[in-house]
């Protein structure tokens, strides 16, 4: 599922999702201590994980290198629930939602 140095990121694997509305719908549904173990997990191999990224077209990724990098949006997606505000809903913003209308292409 993903290169073999970043096989402890095997378990969180549900965070492998294509779109940003995806990892968005995954963040709202998962619970503070979910993403907490998915950040705890991911974060001390984002830089390792952009530096092995780094050998590739992103066009041209392999399945494995393309699901770390997928699993490395997921890892953005959580970073300020967990960083800054300490919930997965964004502060004040009520029902308001961002849709994007166009992926970048892996």
Not at 7 to 30: N, Q, V
Not at 77 to 83: A, D, Q
Not at 93 to 99: E, K, V
Request: net charge negative.
């Amino acid at each position: 599922m993903l290169p073999a140095e970043f096989a402890a990121l095997e378990p969180y694997g549900d965070w492998i999702l294509e779109t940003e509305r995806e990892r968005y719908e995954k963040r709202l549904a998962s619970s503070m201590e979910e993403m907490q173990a998915f950040y705890d997990a991911a974060f001390p191999l984002l830089e390792s994980a952009s530096k092995h990224l780094d050998a590739f077209t992103v066009g041209e990724l392999p399945e494995p290198e393309r699901n770390l990098l997928l699993l490395m949006f997921s890892l953005v997606m959580v970073s300020f629930p967990i960083e800054v505000w300490k919930q997965a809903r964004v502060p004040d913003s009520g029902a308001a939602y961002l849709d994007l209308l166009v992926e970048p292409r892996v």
